[in-house]
C-alpha cells in the first residue's frame, strides 16, 4: 500500500503537525512569561496595553452599553491615551515610591481605557470604586471627571479599600474630584447614602462577596446606573444581578499585548430606556458620608 493511502502513516503526519503546533503555542508562552519576568516588577494586579484590534472592539462594547456613538467613544480613548500629564504623574510617582520593586512605573490602563471612555459619555455626578490598589483606575476616573467638570459636568469620586496603604497614585490634582476611604468596602457601602451613578466592583473577588456587594449598593442606585464588574471573566454574579434587577448585561474580554496574562475584562449591566428620566443625582456638596477614616 504507498504511504499516503496507508491510514497509519497519514496518523503519523497528522500528530507530527500537532506536534508542531503544540510546540509553537509552547515556545510564545515561555517567551512572553520570560519576558515579563525580565521587564515587570508587579506581582499582581498586572498592567499592560491591549492589542489595537482588542481597542477597537472595546470601544464599540462601550458604545453599546452606553447608547452614544462609537466615535464619540473613540474619541474618550483617545484622550486618556494622549494624556501625557497623567502618564507623566504615574512615572514619577511609581519611580520615586517604596513600591518600585513590585510596580511598573510604565503608564499601562488596558480595560481602564472603556473605565474612562464610559465615564466620559455617562458624565456621573457620584462614582464609586470598590478596590483600589495602587490607584491607577482612581487617577483614569478622577481624570475622566476632570475632563466632565470642565465640561460642566461635575462629579465625585470615591474609593474604598481595606488596605490603608492603598491608592498612592492618588494625589493631587487628581485627588481634588475625589476621596479614599479605608474599610472594607461593603461596610462602606451600608453607610453610603448614594445616589451612585457608577459603581465599579474590584475588591474582594471571592464570589460571595461580590454577589452581597452587588446587594448592598442595590437600592443607592440611580435608575440609569452603570455597574461595572471587573472580576466577569470568573464568575457569572453581575449577571445574575442584572437579571434581577432589568438591567442589561454584556461582557468584553481583554486581549493584552506582549503580556503573559491572558486578560480579564469589563461586565457592565445598565439600562438604556431609563436614563432620560433617571432621578437626579444630588449635587456632589449635599452627599452625606459617614466613615471611620477618610483621607481627602
Ligand atoms: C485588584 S485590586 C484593585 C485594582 C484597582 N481597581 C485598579 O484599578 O488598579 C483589589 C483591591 O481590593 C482590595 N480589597 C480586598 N478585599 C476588600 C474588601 N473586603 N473591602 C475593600 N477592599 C478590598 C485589596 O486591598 C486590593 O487593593
Redesign the pocket.
Known amino acids: 500500500m504507498p504511504a499516503e493511502n496507508n491510514p497509519f502513516e497519514i496518523g503519523i503526519q497528522y500528530q507530527q503537525r500537532r506536534l508542531a503546533y503544540a510546540n509553537q503555542r509552547r515556545d510564545e508562552c515561555i517567551a512572553k512569561l520570560d519576558k515579563w519576568l525580565l521587564e515587570s516588577r508587579e506581582v499582581?494586579?498586572f498592567t499592560y496595553d491591549l492589542h489595537e484590534l482588542n481597542v477597537a472592539y472595546l470601544s464599540s462594547f462601550v458604545s453599546v452599553a452606553v447608547g452614544v456613538e462609537v466615535s464619540a467613544i473613540e474619541g474618550y480613548i483617545s484622550e486618556l491615551q494622549n494624556n501625557f500629564t497623567l502618564k507623566e504623574h504615574i512615572r514619577r510617582t511609581i519611580s520615586s515610591s517604596q513600591y518600585r520593586w513590585i510596580a511598573d512605573a510604565e503608564p499601562r490602563y488596558g480595560r481602564?481605557l472603556g473605565w474612562y471612555a464610559i465615564v466620559r459619555a455617562t458624565k456621573p455626578k457620584v462614582i464609586v470604586?470598590?478596590?483600589?490598589?495602587?490607584?491607577?483606575?482612581?487617577c483614569?476616573l478622577a481624570t475622566a471627571l476632570m475632563e466632565n467638570a470642565r465640561e460642566g459636568y461635575p462629579g465625585r469620586y470615591y474609593g474604598?479599600?481595606?488596605?490603608p496603604q492603598?491608592g498612592m497614585l492618588f494625589a493631587p490634582p487628581y485627588s481634588a474630584v475625589g476621596q479614599l476611604v479605608f474599610?472594607?468596602?461593603?461596610a462602606?457601602l451600608q453607610t453610603f447614602d448614594g445616589p451612585i451613578d457608577l459603581h465599579?466592583n474590584?475588591?474582594?473577588?471571592s464570589e460571595d462577596?461580590e454577589a452581597r456587594e452587588y446587594e448592598t449598593v442595590r437600592p443607592k442606585l440611580t435608575d440609569a446606573a452603570v455597574i461595572i464588574g471587573?472580576n466577569a471573566h470568573c464568575n457569572d454574579k453581575l449577571r445574575q444581578f442584572a437579571k434581577a434587577t432589568s438591567r442589561q448585561f454584556l461582557f468584553f474580554q481583554e486581549n493584552p499585548k506582549d503580556h503573559m496574562y491572558p486578560g480579564a475584562g469589563i461586565g457592565v449591566a445598565f439600562r438604556h430606556s431609563s436614563r432620560e428620566s433617571s432621578p437626579v443625582s444630588p449635587s456632589v456638596q449635599s452627599l452625606n458620608i459617614k466613615t471611620d477614616s477618610t483621607i481627602l
Request: charged share 35%; hydrophobic share 30%.
Open positions: 499582581d494586579n481602564r470604586e470598590t478596590g483600589i490598589d495602587k490607584g491607577l483606575g482612581s483614569v474604598v479599600d481595606i488596605n492603598a474599610r472594607d468596602a461593603i462602606f465599579i474590584d475588591s474582594d473577588h462577596y471587573d
